[in-house]
């Protein structure tokens, strides 16, 4: 399943993980995106799509990047807890990703759902854990 987060509208709607597509309590949520940076938008859009022509033009949306502070918030008011966040980094010569200590650029993510009951026992809003970004 491909999803894309539009940032303008920020609720589980527009990630589609509502319906047939809902995470259950305790279970795992993983997204790999890109983050909303001007180094990701020199990589993604100018480098990627108009000087290497490794993806077709328009394939990104500026408008759709997201940074992991971003993303997280967006879960955790939608009753998840992120685990981890690891940078990721694309080799377009080999054509392999591998993971990288910096999140600039590319991203992974798992959050884990919460139950109703970890939920209300969880600290106050506004003074939630938030992960380690490398």
Not at 2 to 27: I, K, M
Request: glycine residues 6%; proline residues 5%.
């Amino acid at each position: 399943m491909f999803l894309h987060y539009n940032s303008e509208r920020s609720t589980f709607h527009d990630l589609n993980l509502c319906g047939p597509f809902s995470v259950q309590p305790g279970g795992s949520l993983f997204i790999t995106t890109i983050n909303k940076t001007n180094l990701s938008y020199a990589l993604a859009i100018v480098v990627a799509e108009q000087l290497l022509h490794i993806v077709p033009r328009g394939t990104h949306d500026w408008e759709k990047f997201v940074s992991p502070v971003e993303l997280e918030r967006l879960l955790e008011s939608n009753g998840f807890l992120v685990q981890s966040v690891q940078g990721m980094l694309y080799n377009p010569i080999s054509g392999a990703w591998s993971w990288a200590n910096s999140t600039a650029i590319n991203y992974a993510l798992h959050a884990v759902k919460q139950d109703d009951e970890t939920m209300d026992s969880s600290t106050p809003p506004g003074d939630h854990h938030e992960a380690t970004h490398s």
